[in-house]
């Protein structure tokens, strides 16, 4: 959905005081949106309106560490590339492998997707959706232990890595990542707008 929804929609739905989901139902792009969406993945009905809160809270939240009013709904068309793919050689230790007969893997490949890459201002970031349901709430410490848990940690070194790369050899010279480079963020959607 955060993929295909126009943000404009959700921004205006805001600016207007509007509850998100009479206002995200009443545009029938948006409503076919999510309703698809929703159906492909066999979400029930019953949760539409739940489907709404989390979206509009997500690009309606403030992200202070991009700008003190920054907030995902602001970014237009063309600063923002969803799903993408990346693939890219690592070097890595040299690993002898149990069970295959003298068998090493002296490089590897990784591949995959970064949910989202964009641009603010002359900065670069990244954006990783997570709809984790965190029994403990959203709090920095929940969020800490989660991402400790599932290895997050990880992910967003090789996101780091596709990514710069990608820009450096996009840019060129005229990337400085010191300057240029934003960083990651994982946006845990379910604990999105809450205090």
Not at 25 to 50: A, C, L, Q
Not at 122 to 130: H, M, Q, S
Request: net charge negative; aromatic share 12%.
């Amino acid at each position: 959905i955060l993929e295909h929804i126009d943000y404009g929609v959700v921004l205006n739905a805001v600016t207007h005081n509007d509850d998100p989901h009479l206002s995200l139902m009443r545009d029938e792009n948006t409503r076919e949106i999510i309703s698809g969406h929703m159906e492909t993945y066999r979400v029930d009905k019953i949760w539409k309106e739940s489907v709404c809160r989390i979206v509009s809270n997500t690009l309606t939240t403030t992200v202070a560490s991009v700008a003190d009013d920054f907030v995902l709904a602001h970014l237009q068309e063309d600063d923002r590339l969803h799903e993408v793919e990346f693939y890219y050689s690592a070097p890595s230790r040299v690993i002898t492998t149990d069970g295959i007969t003298d068998g090493e893997v002296s490089s590897r490949f990784m591949r995959g997707f970064v949910d989202l890459v964009f641009r603010n201002g002359r900065k670069f970031y990244v954006a990783d959706w997570k709809s984790n349901y965190l029994e403990t709430g959203y709090g920095l410490e929940s969020m800490r232990k989660s991402m400790d848990h599932a290895d997050y940690h990880l992910q967003y070194k090789l996101y780091a890595v596709a990514v710069l790369r990608w820009l450096k050899q996009t840019m060129g010279d005229q990337f400085d990542p010191e300057r240029d480079f934003g960083g990651i963020f994982y946006f845990y959607l379910r604990g999105m707008g809450m205090d």
